[in-house]
């Protein structure tokens, strides 16, 4: 949900593994990968090289991204010994044997939703260069899109421990925080039709997309709790999510499902690349809302929690909501469920992400499976209805 798509220094694990302890993410061969590629290409390009693979230091839990040059020769032959060259980043399905996040990885899903975006919006997504979804080419389903270029606000250490941005002026702050949340009110607003996005919609029992989503996320948390060890403060959110079911959904748009600023790269404070298409649905819109807001308080509290001031000023709640209304003529409502909910689909990937540093031998099992949710207290006391009071 989580490696960088593109230019290098976002983590595609989204909100799953957001200042947590990674545990290795691949076994794969590089050298071996690397010739498989260069063979493949040779299929789609003429006289392909690959420069060596690089796998990023912030490279995610959930697909794996590798980064590399490609040239190739003039694709029309209409320049004698002319080649061209394009810095690229390829995503692969995750190594069976790193014990993956999610249970499903539908790497077509993403090529398309991300072609979609860069067609129909202003919304700055690499482009697409080829998908391949036969796993005998190099091993595994890939895609490979352009490289960008960018910063990222970092999630390890999280950038609200001192980074470019934390220690950036409240202006440039504001502006960043403004841009971001315009990126979630273009991409709302994309010109698409039902059929256009039906390939978006999720295959749940229930009557409207927020509906289909939620039974989504109670599937995964099934197969993470497969193993026993159920979470009775999950649970109680669900409970709490049906017992305060917005009244009205509105219209369900193309949700990027991992809305937060580590999926984003930016120049000057605007954003230059919008990455992980990995969590993309139907759905409300306030999902991402809910989820931009919600995911920055998660790493601002454990900023808190160290003694760090932190960023309190920043994408705070009312602000977003805010700037959304301002940018796409849309009023956000029912926020309490909606951050509620980021709250919830984040402490299910965290539960996750617990057991494998237990299978890895970097945590034992606690007695209390509670205690794998990295963000309990948070999440107790929203329940409580105590934790936006703080703010």
């Keep these: 949900m989580t490696g960088p798509e593109a230019g290098g220094t976002t983590a595609a ?49 959930s697909s794996e991204t590798l980064l590399f040059e490609c040239t190739w020769g003039d694709p029309d032959g209409s320049s004698a010994g002319a080649r061209v060259t394009q810095a690229c980043a390829a995503r692969l399905i995750p190594d069976p044997e790193a014990v993956p996040v999610f249970p499903v990885y539908d790497l077509e899903r993403q090529f398309r939703v991300l072609r979609l975006v860069g067609e129909r919006t202003q919304v700055p997504v690499p482009r697409t260069l080829w998908l391949e979804l036969d796993p005998e080419a190099i091993g595994s389903p890939f895609f490979v899109m352009e490289r960008v270029d960018g910063v990222v606000p970092p999630d390890i250490m999280p950038y ?74 999950i649970e109680r959110t669900f409970d709490w999510l049906e017992d305060h079911w917005p009244t009205s959904e509105g219209a369900p748009v193309i949700s990027w499902g991992d809305a937060r600023i580590g999926n984003m790269m930016f120049r000057d404070f605007e954003p230059v690349a919008v990455l992980d298409w990995e969590m993309a649905a139907v759905g409300p819109r306030e999902i991402d809302i809910g989820w931009m807001v919600y995911l920055h308080r998660f790493l601002d509290d454990i900023a808190i929690q160290a003694g760090l001031p932190g960023m309190p000023d920043f994408m705070r709640l009312d602000d977003v909501a805010e700037a959304y209304a301002r940018h796409a003529g849309h009023t956000p409502g029912d926020l309490d469920f909606f951050t509620m909910y980021a709250a919830l689909r984040h402490a299910i990937v965290m539960s996750r992400v617990a057991r494998r540093q237990v299978l890895f031998g970097e945590i034992a099992m606690p007695d209390d499976p509670d205690d794998m949710i990295m963000h309990r207290p948070t999440l107790e006391q929203m329940l409580a209805g105590t934790y936006w009071d703080k703010l």
Excluded: C, K
């Design 160 to 233: 609200p421990f001192g980074s470019w941005l934390s220690e950036a002026s409240r202006a440039d702050q504001d502006r960043l925080q403004d841009a971001s949340v315009r990126v979630l009110a273009e991409l709302h607003g994309a010109d698409v039709s039902e059929q256009d996005i039906a390939f978006l919609e999720l295959e749940r029992p229930g009557d409207t997309a927020l509906r289909r989503h939620l039974a989504e996320q109670r599937s995964y948390y099934e197969w993470v709790v497969s193993d026993g060890a159920r979470s009775p403060l």
């Design 13 to 61: 694990e989204g909100a799953a593994a957001d200042a947590a302890p990674r545990p290795r993410t691949s076994t794969r061969d590089r050298d071996e990968l690397r010739r498989r590629l260069v063979r493949w290409l040779a299929t789609q390009v003429r006289d392909p090289e690959v420069s060596e693979l690089v796998v990023p230091e912030s490279n995610g839990m």
